[in-house]
């Protein structure tokens, strides 16, 4: 990862190295995705950090860790809202819709599919606009929409052609599997049809796994001797060592039983069944396996030979149900898993909430405020602040007791949140420390600024205190001021201001207002 220090430029391309794959060996890019993160974060880059842990969560759910990639997705996606990177958005909506198509929760699937659709800007890749509507277009078949899902796959194709993408041939694929698996046979074929001939137009060689797709289909029209070739072509591929499915060759040997079998060919086909056998036993491929035990009743079947095809069809029910037993059961430690993790999260978000309240009135507190400030004024241009303080609060301290001090606070605490939110809503009151607290009001104003914390000052003098202080008066000044106001305005010169503003209401009397600096006639007072 060297080479890839240099420059954010690098490291960017280096993500769209992976992330614009279709495919991935998803250990090895795991790793590279780490090593891109180390990289990012060396240049300080939280974007990149982001991506390249977009890309870890991605290669995690390839190779099986459903959990894992939950968990990571969600920093992910806390990061790409508060951020509003809607490009990064819509990836993780593709993770989720992955991570739910495991679980087989097809109506969460589509709404994260849908989502992923949604969020693309112009800054999504091509190959991005493409691939994010194949999988719409699958997540919509999966729920029973295909005439919804047929839209979708055309319009990627129409993409796919524009934009040359090397996803055109897998979208084809799938596009033609969902015709042919919702009985639409003609289409299926027809779709077929066309990814034969732009794989020849690109001169590509199409993958076992597409030649498999079209097998079946020319099964599933009776054309059982095209059928075989194009299964022997498809084992002549995957032998040529560039394909690595576990599953891959005792899938295609398969299909190529089911071809020779609809040929009349059942010698060849029981030798090519018993082949596909050996290969899902030695490798332990339990699903593919009572498929292939299905198959074999139904061969005995043709044969004529019914009491075998029997006791086969019984073998095939009773590892149908004992998969489908794992599998549930699979899918309930996923959905713990992600539950946990969802739980997790939430109590972090608890733990995180809190530490940025004052514990005695729940308003915001100073940590708020630092992580906050900072991009309001830096975006605002109309933002105002204004510094709250108790007039005279030793007093109640000192005369009624602490217990009655916090009281008071905590009312006070109350009318400025009230007073403000009715006000404007937009902004937030937080407890600076002691008897001194801030108001921020984005997009206000000095003059809507002032009227709105004056109304929240005379509602506070106003307040009935008696029953709390026995006749001992609660007021506040206030200073007042804005970012237009201040030269290249920071949170610590937006707050110097208003406090030096508080000063002066201190000065001219208390219980007013103040918003422009040594100008005490401009105070507002009861």
């Known amino acids: 990862m060297d080479e890839l220090v240099t420059s954010a430029e690098a490291l960017s391309a280096a993500l769209v190295s992976i992330e614009d794959q279709r495919s991935w060996n998803a250990d090895v890019e795991l790793k590279r995705a780490l090593a891109i993160e180390k990289a990012a974060q060396a240049l300080g880059d939280e974007s990149l950090v982001a991506r390249a842990r977009m890309c870890q969560a991605n290669m995690r759910l390839q190779s099986g860790d459903v959990s894992g990639a939950s968990a990571q997705i969600w920093q992910v996606h806390d990061w790409a809202v508060a951020h509003d990177d809607r490009v990064l958005l819509a990836r993780t909506h593709l993770v989720w819709f992955y991570i739910h198509q495991h679980l087989s929760d097809a109506e969460q699937a589509l709404e994260h599919a849908v989502l992923a659709v949604e969020l693309l800007d112009d800054d999504a890749t091509p190959h991005m606009q493409v691939w994010h509507r194949t999988k719409l277009a699958d997540a919509l078949w999966a729920a029973g929409s295909m005439d919804a899902a047929r839209v979708r796959y055309q319009q990627a194709e129409r993409l796919a052609v524009q934009t040359d993408s090397p996803a055109l041939l897998c979208l084809l694929n799938n596009y033609a599997f969902t015709e042919f698996e919702t009985g639409h046979q003609d289409r299926a074929e027809e779709v077929a049809e066309r990814l034969l001939r732009l794989a020849g137009e690109r001169g590509e060689e199409l993958e076992p796994?597409?030649?498999?797709?079209?097998?079946?289909?020319?099964?599933?029209?009776?054309?059982?001797?095209?059928?075989?070739?194009?299964?022997r072509l498809c084992i002549e591929r995957h032998e040529e060592g560039c394909y690595d499915a576990a599953d891959g060759l005792a899938m295609y040997l398969l299909t190529l039983?089911?071809?020779?079998?609809?040929?009349?060919?059942?010698?060849?086909?029981?030798?090519?069944?018993?082949?596909?056998?050996?290969?899902?036993?030695?490798?332990?491929?339990?699903?593919l396996l009572v498929r292939v035990h299905q198959e074999q009743a139904e061969l005995h079947a043709a044969r004529g030979e019914f009491a075998e095809a029997f006791a086969a069809h019984k073998v095939f029910f009773t590892a149908y149900q004992g998969r489908h037993s794992l599998q549930r059961e699979a899918r309930t430690r996923?959905?713990?898993a992600m539950f946990e993790t969802a739980e997790a999260r939430e109590e972090a978000e608890r733990f995180r909430e809190q530490a940025r309240r004052d514990p005695l009135t729940g308003l915001h507190n100073r940590r708020y405020v630092d992580e906050r400030l900072p991009a309001l004024i830096r975006y605002d241009p109309a933002l105002a602040v204004a510094l709250v303080d108790l007039d005279h609060f030793k007093q109640v301290n000192d005369r009624l007791s602490h217990n009655v001090g916090d009281q008071v606070l905590i009312t006070v605490a109350d009318l400025l949140a009230g007073g403000l939110?009715?006000?404007c809503p937009d902004g937030f009151v937080a407890r600076m420390g002691g008897e001194e607290f801030l108001i921020v009001l984005p997009g206000a104003g000095t003059r809507r600024a002032t009227a709105i914390v004056d109304g929240i000052r005379r509602s506070i003098g106003g307040h009935d205190w008696?029953?709390?202080?026995?006749?001992?008066?609660?007021?506040?000044?206030?200073?007042?001021a804005t970012s237009d106001e201040v030269p290249a305005a920071t949170q610590t010169t937006l707050l110097s201001t208003a406090d030096s503003?508080?000063?002066?209401?201190?000065?001219?009397?208390?219980?007013?207002?103040?918003s422009v600096t040594d100008r005490w006639e401009h105070a507002s007072v009861a």
């Open 501 to 514: 503003r508080l000063y002066a209401a201190k000065h001219a009397g208390r219980d007013r207002v103040v």
């Open 466 to 480: 008696s029953p709390l202080t026995h006749g001992l008066p609660v007021t506040v000044s206030i200073g007042v």
């Open 334 to 336: 996923t959905r713990q």
């Open 257 to 287: 039983a089911r071809a020779q079998r609809g040929l009349g060919a059942y010698e060849r086909a029981q030798s090519t069944l018993d082949a596909s056998r050996a290969m899902c036993q030695e490798r332990d491929l339990g699903d």
């Open 421 to 423: 939110a009715d006000a």
């Open 209 to 231: 796994a597409y030649l498999d797709t079209v097998g079946w289909i020319q099964i599933g029209n009776g054309r059982f001797a095209e059928a075989e070739a194009t299964m």
